[in-house]
């Protein structure tokens, strides 16, 4: 499991990593507060992406593409 370089990478690749199989594919978001750092997974058992930042506009960013993930969720 490696981590991304930037957020737009992980944004890409996990978009078209849930499209690819969305029935596989699992969310995972962690917040660590002491050190002021979140950590978001994206994994379907064969391929795991993760990005992790300390940055609150990459908070906002993350929190945009979480309800973009939930709308695709939802709609079928």
Not at 13 to 22: G, H, I, W
Not at 27 to 56: P, W
Request: with cysteine; aromatic share 12%; glycine share 2%.
């Amino acid at each position: 499991m490696t981590y991304t370089k930037s957020w737009e990478e992980f944004e890409k690749t996990a978009d078209m990593l849930y499209k690819s199989d969305p029935i596989k594919c699992r969310y995972v978001m962690k917040y660590v507060h002491s050190e002021g750092k979140f950590v978001v997974k994206l994994t379907n058992d064969v391929v795991c992406i993760q990005y992790r930042s300390d940055l609150a506009s990459d908070l906002k960013k993350m929190e945009k593409f979480s309800g973009h993930l939930m709308r695709l969720m939802a709609a079928k």
